[in-house]
């Protein structure tokens, strides 16, 4: 637990170097909280124990979720480069490749996201992409998939450092006191620093949870898997991308040398000690039964259990949690990094209304309300995946029963759908079914488009009906809401929408309906100053 200490009775308390908020880590998660927070105007410090990017193989992609969160912050170009340089592995695994002039002079269309369930992979040709899921998702349905979690760490680094984020690489968080007016910060390299808030997105170890006291309940962990890419003879012989043996489940693919094991033999004696090529070797050997199979070199490794769990509470007064620091899960499905960059946008925003007076700390409730629900699916969901991969006999009955099921259409576009994250919501008052949900991307009659216009990271209430009541109602709320009058040809039942900062709706009207009191009720909970 931490103590108690107030840096305002403290003699050398001028000599802090005081932030609005610092955050521990500087994965992904932490550097786009970060950009969240200084569009809202907090200043910012990330502390990253790393001294340079980890390019460790980790998350292959994002999904329609997450791409849909980056394209909302203008970063939707980027994402597009990112894919494009790496197109080629999404190729290779389609069964697609090119090599040479041809693979340079191809710009296929990304096809929709698909991605596997327990290693049953989804056919694209079996998914219905009328379904009114991904009907408003707009241009960010395009990227994402083939984007490896190290280069859109750069591309938020990127971001950060652009709008203004400071980031110390090589510093470590050893400890923190937080009092009721802020938290006292202590790091490895350097003095100590003052901040008004504390955010923890240092990974499923976290020192920040542990120090916080925060608890961590979930369940163990019955596997030790491996990925990597490697240097290895006797490929030719492994089946191609997901594989289901007597013995566990392998992945050979979807780039040359990339393989990935699954045993259920419990979790490793040493999950932090070095993976050698001897060890990758013989799991590979074990799982698929093949032999000759031989490893030569390990570019980059690592190894993962199912172990499933969530902090308690998000928040604990001046401390709070954002990916893997309030949640860790098994990869499969690859939704970490997804539900990660979630918790970013939901906080965001909320973190740094507080931190400059727009608004009351109690906002910061809905922080854990909103999230800890969609955590704690996204834990049941790779539960359930570990339930049809165990190799006993029940559980391959129930594979073979969820196989058939998951190759026919509705099957399929079902899970997609929760890949993919669209279906994901909040419980918010009101009676409109767009409320609660992420903004559909509307095309409105100047060409612009719902996402281009929360590039700043600001409320919006869209006025579709060129109502000036409507514009009046938010115009009370002066610089906490933006107001757009627009056209939308496409929506014309669709007479107003208010669209919180992180892209999700928390007032929509149909005709006259709910103009009145809904609106002003929205606005007072999401916008009212501190």
């Known amino acids: 637990m931490t103590t108690t200490h107030d840096s305002r009775n403290d003699e050398n308390d001028e000599t802090y170097e005081t932030y609005d908020v610092v955050v521990a880590g500087g994965g992904p998660v932490g550097l786009f909280l970060a950009g969240e927070l200084r569009l809202g105007g907090a200043n910012v410090l990330v502390v990253e124990r790393l001294a340079e990017v980890d390019v460790t193989i980790k998350a292959g992609g994002i999904n329609t979720a997450g791409a849909v969160a980056l394209y909302r912050r203008g970063m939707l170009p980027e994402l597009a480069e990112a894919w494009e340089r ?25 096809p929709k996201f698909a991605g596997h369930f327990a290693g049953i992979m989804m056919r694209g040709d079996l998914f219905d992409g009328s379904d009114p899921a991904f009907a408003d998702v707009g241009p960010a349905d395009r990227v994402g998939l083939g984007v490896p979690q190290a280069e859109l760490e750069r591309i938020l680094g990127a971001r950060a450092e652009r709008l ?20 006292l910060i202590h790091l490895g390299t350097g003095g100590p620093v003052r901040a008004g808030w504390l955010v923890g997105c240092d990974g499923g170890r976290s020192t920040v949870r542990k120090l916080a006291g925060i608890g961590f309940p979930g369940t163990e962990p019955e596997i030790t898997g491996y ?67 031989t490893v030569h070199e390990v570019h980059s490794s690592t190894r993962f259990t199912d172990n499933a769990r969530q902090a308690s509470t998000y928040r604990q007064g001046r401390v709070l949690l954002a990916g893997d620091a309030a949640h860790v899960h098994s990869p499969f499905g690859g939704q970490g990094l997804n539900l990660g960059l979630g918790d970013a946008m939901n906080l965001g925003w909320k973190l740094a209304a507080v931190t400059q007076g727009r608004a009351p700390e109690s906002l910061l409730d809905s922080y854990t309300a909103e999230r800890h629900p969609v955590g704690a699916w996204v834990l049941d969901w790779t539960r359930a995946q570990i339930a049809v991969m165990r190799p006993d006999r029940h559980a391959r009955a129930l594979r073979r029963v969820v196989t058939d099921l998951a190759m026919t259409t509705a099957g399929t576009t079902y899970l997609v759908k929760q890949i993919s994250g669209v279906r994901q919501r909040y419980d918010l008052p009101g009676e409109h079914p767009s409320t609660g949900g992420s903004a559909p991307d509307l095309e409105f009659s100047d060409g612009t488009r719902l996402g281009d216009r929360l590039h700043g990271g600001r409320a919006v209430l869209f006025d579709l009906a060129d109502d000036p009541k409507l514009r009046a109602r938010a115009e009370e709320y002066g610089d906490r809401v933006d107001v757009v009058t627009a056209v939308c040809p496409g929506r014309p039942e669709l007479t107003g929408l208010l669209v919180r900062p992180d892209g999700f709706v928390a007032w929509a009207a149909d005709g006259d309906d709910g103009r009145g009191d809904e609106l002003a009720d929205a606005l007072a909970r999401w916008f009212v100053t501190a």
């Open 227 to 293: 990925q990597a890419v490697v240097e290895m003879s006797g490929g030719e012989r492994l089946g191609k991308g997901w594989t289901t043996t007597d013995a566990g489940t392998y992945v050979n693919g979807p780039f040359p040398g990339r393989i990935l094991t699954v045993e259920f033999d419990g979790p490793p004696a040493d999950r932090s000690a070095p993976v050698t090529a001897y060890e990758l070797q013989a799991a590979l050997r074990r799982v698929s039964g093949v032999p000759e199979v």
């Open 164 to 183: 203004g984020v400071e980031v110390r690489r090589g510093v470590e968080l050893t400890g923190f006191d937080a009092d009721e007016d802020g938290v």
């Open 86 to 110: 790496n197109r080629w592995r999404l190729q290779a695994f389609l069964g697609e490749r090119e090599t040479g002039a041809e693979a340079e002079r191809a710009a296929p269309t990304p």
